[in-house]
């Protein structure tokens, strides 16, 4: 839109020093004069690749034919000082003041007032360093805000991998326990296979051998993703696996006013359900003491079929926490979420009041199998 602006300003200049041209010189339109004002006409359009012939042009033309060639040396000073080329813009109007001080045309720069053409020159260059410095500032200031939304894009992409990384390795905690207890019942039960029918014991040897061998697949592609090497045997359920329960305590502990309401029980929810509760439970928990910290918290928890349903809302509080939201936590939670299924919502409601809330489906066998 802005170029279409100068297209027009630009067939204005022209015409209008075409007909003051002209009125000069008897009405005759067909003149040298006339042909070097479309020449600067169209340099003016042409800026790249032209900027020192442009003004060059402009210049010697307002030298020998005086002010009706002044509107165009104007916009090519403007257009100078914009590109930073303040001494060039300095020069020419120099230049054009000075031929038409020593070879005063029939209508001189220097009249009707002496100083007029002058300061509309001056007033050129200043217009157009004024436009460069908006120009630079507006480019930097954009460079600058695509720079920081691509920042975080790439922090929200880390935050997802490190998500994906931590259901990678409490799932392995899981899975190392529950294969962990399959090898152990199923090596017990092979120390008696002389009681057991010969089809029997051939079977426990083989689901032994294949739990062992699934240990060992899941210890070498997840084993890596583990913070610190806990032992994954029968020794009672792994530490992810604790009741929510325990971390909704911590937080009374800390001062937090929280009242819970439970439907279901934990077992009725596969395990990547019940790590994902834990998890919304403290990040919901965690953003509620961080920015209300006297605020009333009611968590909500049902662990269904058909879904795992979970909500957190906390009333606003009395005094703002000082921690600065980065935003990312939601953004892991959401990946988790979404893996499994389900939904997370996360926003204000009402005055000052917030609300976290997740829906994560029971998907039945044949549904597990498609997602795999």
């Known amino acids: 839109m802005a170029a ?12 209008g020093a075409v007909q003051n041209g002209a009125s000069t010189a008897g009405g005759h339109y067909l003149t040298l004069r006339s042909a070097v004002v479309g020449l600067c006409g169209v340099l003016l359009l042409l800026r790249r690749g032209h900027w020192l012939l442009t003004p060059a042009v402009a210049t010697a033309a307002a030298g020998v034919w005086g002010w009706p060639l002044l509107p165009l040396l104007v916009l090519a000073l403007f257009d100078l000082a914009a590109d930073r080329h303040t001494r060039t813009a300095v020069a020419c109007a120099v230049a054009a003041l000075t031929a038409n001080a020593v070879f005063p045309p029939t209508v001189s720069l220097w009249r009707p007032q002496q100083y007029g053409s002058s300061l509309f020159l001056l007033l050129a260059v200043v217009g157009g360093l004024w436009m460069g ?9 954009n ?17 997802r991998v490190a998500e994906r990384s931590a259901i990678a390795a409490e799932m392995h905690d899981v899975l190392a326990h529950r294969l962990s207890l399959i090898a152990l019942h199923t090596g017990v ?5 002389d009681a057991l029918p010969a ?10 051998t294949a739990s062992t061998d699934a ?23 792994a530490p992810v696996l604790r009741d929510v329960q325990e971390v909704i305590e911590q937080a009374r502990s800390a001062g937090q006013r929280i009242d819970t309401a439970v439907d279901g029980a934990p077992e009725q929810a596969p395990a990547a359900h019940r790590l994902a509760v834990l998890r919304l439970t403290q990040e919901a928990l965690t953003n509620a003491r ?11 928890i049902d662990y269904g079929p058909p879904a795992t349903l979970v909500e957190v809302v906390n009333t606003p509080g009395a005094r703002t926490g000082q921690a600065v939201p980065s935003g990312f936590g939601l953004v892991g939670l959401r990946e988790r979420v979404e893996a499994l299924g389900g939904r997370l919502d996360a926003g ?5 009041a917030w609300r976290l809330t997740a829906r994560i489906p029971h998907l039945t066998a044949e549904q597990n199998g498609i997602r795999l």
């Open 348 to 352: 204000p409601c009402g005055a000052g």
């Open 215 to 237: 240990l060992t697949d899941l210890r070498d592609v997840l084993g890596a993703l583990r913070t610190t090497s806990r032992s994954a045997c029968a020794d009672g359920p």
């Open 143 to 159: 460079a600058q805000v695509e720079h920081l939304r691509i920042e975080r894009e790439l922090r929200e992409d880390a935050a």
């Open 290 to 300: 961080k920015h209300a910290p006297d605020a009333a918290v009611r968590v909500r």
């Open 4 to 15: 279409y602006g100068r297209y027009g300003l630009v067939a204005l200049l022209t015409l």
């Open 189 to 193: 039960l092979a120390t008696r296979k």
């Open 133 to 141: 410095n908006r120009r630079r500032l507006v480019r930097a200031l």
């Open 199 to 208: 089809p029997v014991a051939e079977r426990l040897a083989l689901l032994r």
